[in-house]
């Protein structure tokens, strides 16, 4: 059976090698998703993050990166519409280029949170794109077309 305990309006933590804390009480990893508009999608990932033990919190709130962080294990920040070219130095060049502007500044604000608080990170596609630029790297938008071939 499933024990999530809640203490002082956080999750419980325990030993993270066997699952339970020292009274041999189960706790479970809490991860942060950030894909509030691709529900099939958010749910994979939250379903598979629960069956493997964890419990998945949909981060919805730009306000909120600091208690996500605080409340959250890990970060998983996943796919998604492009990232906004202004944020790698870029202008946008072609009309297929869609950005979420609100999604991009929740999830620079959360990933300082989380790297403020050396806390685990990952990415799936948009996610490393987005870690990539937050932390100075450059993305190209279209290869066939800046790069040459298919």
Request: hydrophobic residues 30%; aromatic residues 8%; charged residues 30%.
């Amino acid at each position: 059976m499933r024990d999530s305990r809640i203490h002082s309006g956080r999750f419980h933590y325990g030993d993270r090698q066997t699952g339970r804390n020292g009274k041999g009480e189960l706790h479970y990893e809490t991860i942060d998703l950030t894909d509030r508009r691709n529900r099939r999608s958010s749910q994979n990932y939250a379903e598979n993050i629960r069956r493997a033990g964890g419990i998945p919190i949909l981060a919805v709130n730009n306000d909120c990166a600091e208690e996500y962080a605080d409340l959250a294990d890990g970060l998983l920040l996943s796919g998604g519409k492009d990232v906004e070219p202004k944020l790698y130095g870029q202008e946008k060049m072609f009309d297929f280029v869609i950005t979420d502007p609100q999604r991009d500044d929740l999830e620079y604000k959360i990933i300082k949170a989380f790297v403020d608080r050396r806390k685990p990170i990952w990415g799936i596609c948009r996610g490393i794109q987005i870690l990539n630029v937050y932390f100075g790297g450059t993305l190209t938008q279209d290869i066939p077309t800046q790069l040459g071939g298919d």
